[in-house]
């Protein structure tokens, strides 16, 4: 078959590859000058298979008012004359409940577990540089009762083939020496050892690299904006972009939160409105002062990933409209964490901050699989697991497309 790919981060380049290893004609249409250049370009490096529980649960509800109050907040909300904002609002908080945590939580763990299965298979069978370690992870508790309820998470997740265990501060220390400074404010960590970490931008180039210089090689499109979606009894007959028209036999929409504006014609809502997230990538000055061990600062909700000779750090989630533009405080706010975490780690004379929309679902389940328009497929909603869950959404495409049986269940990833 023929087909069009509408969008070229992490999410559509690994859609292209399943398609292109199922011997398809592919074309990959994107508005940027090359691939992964918007949220995938410099988001926090973790591949956090065990790490998928929603922001949607009963734990978050009681931290919204201080978090909404207090301007360096993980969590900052500024109100917009938006419905879909609104809207977005009232179904994340109709999730945070208990039943709904958890039956989120076992989805996106047997989602996660299969992409990871996916990335190991892909290394082992390509030379992919990307700065691919399989490093572990540790998500650090800096307070006491926090630290308790991460380790029944820890017992749940165990029953659902999560393998991790519970640290005290010293054994912290001896698996990641880098917290040192660090030590004395952890009550705790939750060490996970199955956890990747990679660089997103490069993957998506390895990537693109490969299907672009075998046999049947898939066509990128860029500088290409698509503009409508061209409906016709049932179908997508085309898109209509500001380079003409793309026609093809099957469609797959992997553009983040633009996607919505898309479908809306259609008579398709998808519920994914973007939270802005943030990071900086800074020279490693120190090998001893940086960790090797990809880290999470819990409280905080700041990732630390090693990727070759620089640090990624990256954070936070702003519910502020729909603009990726960098919020100086925020900035600042991310580079006071690793002074304060990591303090030898560089020497903070070259930042490169970065600011992504991730598009994210209330629930924080992507929107995966069939529409109404028979030859239309969504890959959209990630969140902050795009890199995560884009080798396993982009095969299960691939499979429904080709009439096979995914590996792993839709219910709960479907639009109904």
Not at 119 to 134: A, P, Q, S
Not at 291 to 301: A, C, F, L, N, V
Not at 352 to 379: D, E, F, Q, Y
Request: with cysteine; proline share 7%; hydrophobic share 40%.
């Amino acid at each position: 078959m023929k087909i069009v790919i509408l969008g070229a981060g992490v999410a559509g380049v690994a859609s292209a590859w399943y398609f292109w290893r199922d011997g398809h004609d592919v074309t990959v249409l994107e508005r940027n000058a090359g691939v992964a250049l918007e949220t995938s370009f410099a988001n926090g490096g973790q591949l956090s298979y065990s790490y998928v529980a929603p922001l949607a649960s009963p734990s978050v509800i009681p931290k919204i008012p201080p978090w909404l109050l207090r301007r360096d907040s993980p969590l900052r909300f500024r109100p917009e004359l938006d419905p879909g904002q609104w809207r977005w609002i009232i179904e994340f908080l109709a999730a945070c409940n208990p039943r709904t945590a958890e039956d989120t939580t076992r989805k996106l763990l047997r989602l996660a577990f299969y992409s990871r299965d996916l990335m190991h298979d892909l290394v082992g069978t390509h030379e992919l540089d990307f700065d691919y370690v399989k490093n572990g992870k540790l998500v650090v508790h800096t307070d006491r009762d926090s630290f308790e309820s991460a380790k029944r998470l820890m017992d749940f997740m165990g029953t659902l083939g999560a393998e991790q265990r519970a640290l005290d501060p010293a054994q912290c220390v001896e698996i990641e020496p880098a917290l040192e400074m660090m030590a004395p404010r952890i009550a705790g960590a939750i060490y996970t050892p199955s956890e990747d970490a990679g660089d997103c931008y490069k993957f998506c180039n390895e990537l693109q690299r490969i299907m672009t210089s075998g046999a049947n090689p898939v066509t990128y499109r860029f500088g290409v904006e698509v503009e409508r979606l061209l409906p016709w009894r049932g179908r997508l007959m085309g898109v209509e972009t500001n380079r003409g028209v793309f026609e093809a036999d099957a469609y797959v929409l992997a553009l983040g939160t633009n996607a919505p504006y898309l479908t809306r014609p259609l008579g398709i809502r998808i519920p994914v409105y973007p939270l802005k997230g943030y990071s900086l990538t800074l020279p490693v000055v120190d090998d001893r002062g940086a960790p090797k061990i990809s880290i999470t600062d819990y409280k905080r909700k700041v990732v630390y990933a090693r990727l070759g000779d620089e640090l990624r750090v990256a954070g936070m989630a702003d519910l502020s409209g729909r603009r990726a533009v960098i919020d100086v405080e925020r900035v600042d706010q991310l580079v006071s964490e690793v002074k304060a975490a990591f303090p030898k780690a560089s020497d903070f004379t070259a930042l490169s901050p970065w600011c992504g929309m991730r598009p994210a679902t209330p629930k924080g389940t992507p929107v995966i699989g069939a529409t109404p328009h028979s030859n239309l497929w969504l890959n959209v909603g990630h969140g902050a697991l795009g890199f995560t869950l884009a080798l396993a959404t982009g095969r299960i495409l691939a499979d429904l497309a080709a009439g096979r049986a995914p590996a792993v269940p839709l219910e709960g990833f479907t639009l109904h």
